[in-house]
């Protein structure tokens, strides 16, 4: 990084790095981030840097965390039995958002993807397996995307589970919560028929 | 600001503060400056942080530079005998990339506002007069945008800078290259009609 360059420059290269940022944008930014008061920028700064510094992943989940183990492992009454698989962090936050789960993420760090040459060694899929081996857990919830691959790697994980004899669930897929089913796409609506239940 | 705050949360929190920039998508950025090495974190915050920290305005014009004099005004070439009243530091940029003048620049960092409290004391225009008076100045080019507040600016300088003898001029209004007739306002067409000129 030349840091002699034109220093509104520097930001704006630095900014349209970052995802959804444009050329346009990271130079609007970087003009308003000029005349941001110092402190502010200093602020700015620090909050990026120190954040970045303090995170860790959780030795035990992989979720993001300042000590070694992130909050929901550290807190004795999640092991409740239930281990819910996640893509990665931000699915945790997601899930962590509808306060209903009370149990324990294992965190695979991605998805199967032949086609990005991604393989079962690629994500925490060892991890989850030792964890199952070592921990008291009677369900691991699938809940990757419901898209292929998230699809591909709940399908890989239950073939290698089922034999251990724990229980293996997927979340539900279905029409959306407020949605028109009118507009649902063909294949959610066959999955909401499929999974309909008993009321 | 809470520096034991969570620091995907702090981060986010500093970002939402950026224009253009809302909750939601700072919450992305945040997931994504996390899983970035750090050393690019450090980079960017660096980036952010010496960049502004370098920037100052120039004592003479108003634009960003890192020295005493911007780019600009430390070039004697341009010295033309040309000022252009720009509103902001942007606004030099903007007219730098048409490579097409060759003369100097005033920032007034603002345009006058009554709306919102700001009158010809809030910006630069008492170190305009005072540089027509020291500088060799034949014309006054007045590009502040042509917006009602960046009209009145115009308007209230031009009557200014007139009785000293200085040729003040406008840029000019009229249909933008390469938009189509059919969608032009009608203010902008009548502009474009006002300053047409025989070919």
Redesign the interface.
């Known amino acids: ?1 030349n ?1 002699n360059m034109d ?2 420059a ?2 704006a ?3 349209s ?4 940022i444009g050329q346009k ?1 990271a ?3 970087a ?4 005349a ?1 008061p ?1 402190n ?16 860790h992943f959780c030795v035990r989940c992989g979720n ?1 965390t ?1 000590g070694e183990l992130c909050s929901v492992c550290a807190n004795e009454e999640r092991q409740n039995g239930q281990l819910c698989v996640v893509r ?3 699915d945790v ?1 997601a899930m962590e958002r509808i306060r209903d789960f009370r149990g324990l993420y294992h965190v695979l760090g991605g998805t199967l993807s032949p086609m990005n040459g991604i393989g079962p060694e690629d994500i925490r899929i060892r991890e989850l397996l030792s964890r199952l081996g070592a921990e008291d857990i009677q369900e691991v919830i699938l809940a990757t995307n419901p898209d292929i691959e998230g699809e591909a790697t709940a399908t890989y994980i239950a073939r290698l589970i089922k034999p251990m004899g724990i229980k293996v669930t997927r979340i539900a897929h279905g029409v959306p919560v407020g949605s028109d089913l009118e507009y649902a796409d063909e294949v959610t609506l066959a999955k909401a028929m499929e999974g309909r239940r008993e009321l």
């Open positions: 990084m840091e220093p509104i520097r930001i290269l630095q900014l790095r970052l995802p959804g944008s130079q609007r930014l003009y308003h981030i000029a941001m110092e502010d920028v200093k602020e700015l700064a620090a909050a990026l840097w120190q954040s970045r510094k303090a995170l993001y300042q990665d962090a931000r936050a």
